[in-house]
C-alpha cells in the first residue's frame, strides 16, 4: 500500500508556472505507474499525465502536451508535475495516483491509490 501526498498548488496568472510534488510512503514507489489527474467544479476527473516506473516513459492528454511536464525521484520517492504557460482551462483540484498495473494508464479506474488532491487556480 502506499499513501500520497501533494503540494505545490495555488493561484497563479495566466502564462504562469506552478510545481506541483507527491510525495509518497513505502519502500515500493518504484513499482507503480504514477500519473496525474485533474477535476474541475461540475467536471468528471480528467487524466493529465502519467510515467511509467522506471521513468523512461510519459504519456500526456492533448490539451497539456508541451506545458506540462511529468517526472519521477525514485530514490526520494516522489513525483513531480512541471505546469508552463498555465491557462484559465487549467483550474481544478490536481490528484496525484498510483496505479499497480505494469504500463501506463489513463484511465481512473486503473489508479489503486490516490492523494487528498490540491488546489490550482489560474487567473485570467
Known amino acids: 500500500q502506499v499513501q500520497l501526498v501533494e503540494s505545490g498548488g495555488g493561484l497563479v496568472q495566466a502564462g504562469g508556472s506552478l510545481r506541483l510534488s507527491c510525495a509518497a510512503s513505502?519502500?515500493?514507489?518504484?513499482?507503480?505507474?504514477m500519473g496525474w489527474f485533474r477535476q474541475a467544479p461540475g467536471k468528471e476527473r480528467e487524466f493529465v499525465t502519467a510515467i511509467s516506473r522506471s521513468g523512461g516513459n510519459t504519456y500526456y492528454a492533448d490539451s497539456v502536451k508541451g506545458r506540462f511536464t511529468i517526472s519521477r525521484d525514485n530514490a526520494k520517492n516522489m513525483v513531480y508535475l512541471q505546469m508552463n504557460s498555465l491557462k484559465p482551462e487549467d483550474t481544478a483540484v490536481y490528484y496525484c495516483a498510483a496505479s499497480t498495473r505494469v504500463v501506463i494508464r489513463t484511465s481512473s479506474n486503473e489508479y489503486n491509490y490516490w492523494g487528498q488532491g490540491t488546489q490550482v487556480t489560474v487567473s485570467s
Open positions: 513505502g519502500r515500493t514507489f518504484s513499482s507503480y505507474v
